[in-house]
């Protein structure tokens, strides 16, 4: 029975490590595997993450082969990122946005309970000839994109502002 238990959790944690580009020295703030693909998107975090302190980093592509990571390096990673945030009754949306060249990215978070389906995350990217395309995540899942209110900086332009 014990070593059931045992194989049990390490299957478990093994098949949550699978799912998302974050180091066991990061946290997960948003991972999923996006719908109608095999890739993978997520925003990982120092695990010790504060105001001017820690690192963010964005990776996307299949586990084990990032395609793209952003920033390169960690350092000063949380100037590359901007946060914004709207809430009202039955609606809360979270974007941590950031800027790769001419081709802009929002790893988002909303919830709207007026719609269908509630629940959508994923990251939507912006090129500079103003062609949008959003990748769904396949299913919904624990996002943590507010524990980066107050460390990275307030996104002004976005109309979903409010960082207070």
Known sequence: MRIAILLLAA???SAFAANTHCSKDEQVLLSCQLAKSSKVVSLCAAKDIAKD??????????????????PESAKDSLAAF??????????DRTDISFKNKEVEYQVFDYYDGETKPEYQQGVRVLAADGKETTLLC???IDAHLEKLRGVIACDTENPLFDCE
């Open 11 to 13: 299957l478990s944690s």
């Open 53 to 70: 302190q820690g690192s963010l980093i964005y990776r996307f592509g299949k586990i084990g082969k990032p395609e793209f990571t952003f």
């Open 82 to 91: 901007t946060y914004s945030h709207y809430f009202r009754s039955q609606v």
């Open 138 to 140: 396949n299913k919904k």
